[in-house]
C-alpha cells in the first residue's frame, strides 16, 4: 500500500496492458492512478517501447508537482 493507493489493483486502463511484465503491472497501475504517465495515443502505454526525452521530462514533471 503506497498512501491511499492499492499497489495490487490490476484495473489497468491501457490497451497493451497484456504486453506488461508481471512483475511490473501493479506498478504501472499505481503511476497511472497518481497521474506520473497517461500513456500514448489510443490508450497505449507500449512497455516494450523506449521512452523518449519528453515523455520522462513529463513524468519528472508530474511527480514534482503532485500533492
Keep these: 500500500m503506497h498512501g491511499d493507493t492499492d499497489v495490487t489493483s490490476t484495473d489497468t486502463t491501457f490497451n497493451d496492458s497484456e ?3 508481471p512483475w511490473a503491472k501493479d ?3 499505481l503511476a497511472s492512478d497518481l497521474s506520473l504517465v497517461q500513456g500514448r495515443a489510443n490508450a497505449m502505454f507500449a512497455p516494450k ?5 519528453a515523455e520522462n521530462s513529463q513524468i519528472i514533471y508530474n511527480l514534482l ?3
Excluded: F, P
Design 19 to 21: 504486453a506488461v511484465s
Design 27 to 29: 506498478y504501472v497501475q
Design 49 to 53: 517501447d523506449r521512452a523518449t526525452r
Design 65 to 67: 508537482v503532485t500533492k
